[in-house]
């Protein structure tokens, strides 16, 4: 290639016949920028592009669907970010400075662990970048089971946890029979009723960790 002829606003006027020229667009715009190359034997072919130019960062913006849920739980991200040209999104759900989607919509995150979680957004155009974080509080879970279902007042009612490998790690407040009173703080605990009728047991966990997570 002998020759380059550079149109960098597309009004037929050469503004640069360098092969490796740069340019400063005078304002925000989307332009058509075009380059002739020329052979020595005459032959030519014409390349075009379009060059996007604003001088305004995007607001990157983002709603998730829930900020407070159980661990195991999916939360959904709408993305409502403005700003013109914005060319890349990169969402860090949990927080450990790994992208984990750069799609403007990106699929469900499931949270595993319990914890505060501080979900960013950056959206990022020609101008600058900006990034949104919002704080995910994933608690633990308090789901359990009776066994037996049924019995009377001799029964020992065994009451066991369906939680995650790290049982340790959280507190068990149990309310037998729904009086606001906490009868026992063991993880896997045995009540007899002294009562007959049906009860209604109440198990409040929360985690060791600082701020305390809990769920009911």
Known sequence: ITGWE?????NSVVDSTS????HTYPAAGSYSATLKATNSSGNHTTALVTVNVTDVAPVA?????STS???GSQVSFTNSSTGD?????AWDFDGDTVVDSTDQNPANFTYSQVGIFNAALTATNPAGSHTKTTAINVNPSATFT???ASGNTNTDFTFPLAVAADAGNYTYSW???NNGSVESTSATPTHKFTSSGAKTVKLTVASIATPALTSN
Do not use: K
């Open 175 to 177: 309310d037998f029979d």
């Open 19 to 22: 092969q490796s020229p740069s």
């Open 69 to 71: 849920l159980v661990v």
């Open 146 to 148: 009776i066994s037996p």
């Open 61 to 65: 913006d983002y709603t998730p669907s």
């Open 85 to 89: 040209y914005i060319s890349a999104y």
């Open 6 to 10: 550079w149109d960098f606003d597309n």
